[in-house]
């Protein structure tokens, strides 16, 4: 057991997505103008560390799961503790939230709402854990995916002039995730079913799966041009309409081959890639 697979359990890229994905929402709310070194450290950490949590609180609730379809992770094969990663995902949730309290404590004026945002958005990533007997459980990733936007427009004081936006580019992230959590969840039915576990291709079917697929998929370049309307930048224009182009092929692919893990795991990938174009096309919509 070494701190690498512990450090891998909490998928270090999307957790440091998050993170910075709250700074620069904080950053785009505030007009460009940085914030302090303590605000700043706190959205970033707020973001890992929720994140980070929530990861590593699924690799313990899923141990069994993951020994059938992913057995090289490190719980399965036993370089990691199941126990120590639970304790691991409590301890960062706390910090997480116990961050923000901070904040109010030293005076700096945004009261106890980011507190609450990242309270509730924490523990919606560790209930998913949980849920996973629920088909709706997908939902709880998506509407995690939401918060760094969310946490930062509140930390930067919940600018009116943005809320529109906020409110589409929320739903755009919120759809292209449950798009992607199909796409990974066809590629575990198999462990899925053994577990119990009631997924969105177990409880609707594939064909009804690869319809959402190709749907949300669809849709994103309409919810891109939405956001832009409401208030984007020709800068954010030209890199959502890019990324949502590329979630696009992708959706096609997972569509095309529904039960083919070698092109569903890379579409999966590709859709992440997709998706990180798309927070680089949100930091730039104030430009």
Same mark, same amino acid.
């Given at each position: 057991?070494? *701190?690498?697979?512990?450090?891998?359990?909490?998928?270090?890229?999307?957790?440091?997505?998050?993170?910075?994905?709250?700074?620069?929402?904080?950053?785009?709310?505030?007009?460009?103008?940085?914030?302090?070194?303590?605000?700043?450290?706190?959205?970033?950490?707020?973001?890992?560390?929720?994140?980070? %949590?929530?990861?590593?609180?699924?690799?313990?609730?899923?141990?069994?799961?993951?020994?059938?379809?992913?057995?090289?992770?490190?719980?399965?094969?036993?370089?990691?503790?199941?126990?120590?990663?639970? =304790?691991?995902?409590?301890?960062?949730?706390?910090?997480?939230?116990?961050?923000?309290?901070?904040?109010?404590?030293?005076?700096?004026?945004?009261?106890?709402?980011?507190?609450?945002? %990242?309270?509730?958005? &924490?523990?919606? +990533?560790?209930?998913? =854990?949980?849920?996973?007997?629920?088909?709706?459980?997908?939902?709880?990733?998506?509407?995690?995916?939401?918060?760094?936007?969310?946490?930062?427009?509140?930390?930067?004081? =919940?600018?009116? +002039?943005?809320?529109?936006?906020?409110?589409?580019?929320?739903?755009?992230?919120?759809?292209?995730? &449950?798009?992607?959590?199909?796409?990974?969840?066809?590629?575990?039915?198999?462990?899925?079913?053994?577990?119990?576990?009631?997924?969105?291709?177990?409880?609707?079917?594939?064909?009804?799966?690869?319809? *959402?697929?190709?749907?949300?998929?669809?849709?994103?370049?309409?919810?891109?041009?939405?956001a832009y309307a409401l208030s984007g930048s020709a800068a954010f224009l030209a890199l959502i309409v890019l990324a949502a182009a590329a979630y696009l092929h992708q959706a096609v692919k997972a569509y095309s081959r529904p039960t083919d893990k070698r092109v569903l795991e890379d579409a999966r990938v590709k859709m992440l890639?997709?998706?990180?174009?798309?927070?680089?096309?949100?930091?730039?919509?104030? *430009?």
């Amino acid at each position: 057991m070494g *701190l690498r697979d512990y450090v891998a359990m909490t998928r270090p890229v999307n957790s440091l997505m998050s993170g910075l994905g709250a700074l620069m929402a904080v950053l785009v709310y505030r007009g460009y103008t940085p914030p302090d070194v303590l605000m700043a450290a706190v959205a970033t950490s707020t973001g890992y560390l929720s994140t980070a %949590a929530s990861m590593l609180m699924n690799d313990y609730v899923d141990a069994a799961v993951d020994a059938v379809n992913k057995p090289w992770k490190p719980i399965p094969s036993g370089r990691a503790s199941r126990e120590a990663a639970r =304790s691991l995902g409590l301890a960062l949730a706390v910090a997480s939230i116990a961050l923000n309290a901070l904040l109010v404590l030293a005076g700096r004026g945004v009261g106890w709402p980011p507190a609450l945002v %990242a309270a509730v958005y &924490t523990l919606a +990533g560790l209930a998913y =854990s949980y849920l996973r007997a629920h088909w709706w459980s997908h939902l709880l990733v998506s509407l995690s995916t939401t918060g760094p936007v969310v946490y930062g427009y509140v930390l930067a004081g =919940s600018p009116q +002039g943005k809320l529109a936006f906020t409110a589409a580019f929320a739903v755009l992230v919120f759809l292209v995730t &449950t798009g992607r959590e199909v796409v990974k969840a066809l590629q575990d039915v198999e462990g899925d079913r053994r577990a119990g576990y009631r997924t969105i291709p177990i409880v609707f079917g594939v064909e009804a799966s690869r319809r *959402l697929v190709l749907a949300v998929g669809a849709s994103a370049p309409l919810l891109a041009l939405a956001a832009y309307a409401l208030s984007g930048s020709a800068a954010f224009l030209a890199l959502i309409v890019l990324a949502a182009a590329a979630y696009l092929h992708q959706a096609v692919k997972a569509y095309s081959r529904p039960t083919d893990k070698r092109v569903l795991e890379d579409a999966r990938v590709k859709m992440l890639a997709s998706m990180v174009l798309g927070l680089v096309a949100f930091w730039a919509s104030g *430009l």
